[in-house]
């Protein structure tokens, strides 16, 4: 059983920053791409951020490149996301997503998710 848990969500003044934490239990996460997801109150789950399994190739949402930075230790099993300059409309449920393949995905079609974690972001 894979079970992922996020960690360094909370709140924080516009321009501010939060470094969130993906690690896993039951699967290493060195094989598998993996994904940083967000939903705001009344709005779908959208991708923020993606990464495959070396961490040569990334992707961002338009809204949040140049703030924000996905990296990966797969020594430590663990996803990072760095997130600078946080503004309002940044303030979601932030979920941890991972594949059961290495390739960059970019879709929401991951295999595995954590139970999220609350940025709010107050300007």
């Known amino acids: 059983q894979v079970q992922l848990v996020e960690s360094g969500g909370g709140s924080v003044q516009a321009g501010g920053s939060l470094r969130l934490s993906c690690s896993a239990s039951?699967?290493?996460?060195?094989?598998?791409?993996m994904g940083w997801f967000r939903q705001a109150p009344g709005k779908e789950r959208d991708i923020v951020a993606a990464?495959?399994?070396?961490?040569?190739?990334?992707y961002y949402a338009e809204s949040v490149r140049a703030r924000f930075s996905i990296s990966r230790d797969n020594d430590k099993n663990t996803v990072f996301l760095q997130m600078n300059s946080l503004k309002p409309e940044d303030t979601a449920i932030y979920y941890c997503?991972?594949?059961?393949?290495?390739?960059?995905?970019?879709?929401?079609?991951?295999?595995?998710w954590g139970q999220g974690t609350q940025v709010t972001v107050s300007s």
């Open positions: 990464i495959n399994w070396s961490g040569s190739r990334t």
């Open positions: 997503a991972a594949d059961s393949l290495g390739g960059l995905r970019t879709n929401s079609q991951y295999d595995y």
């Open positions: 039951g699967r290493t996460l060195s094989s598998s791409a």
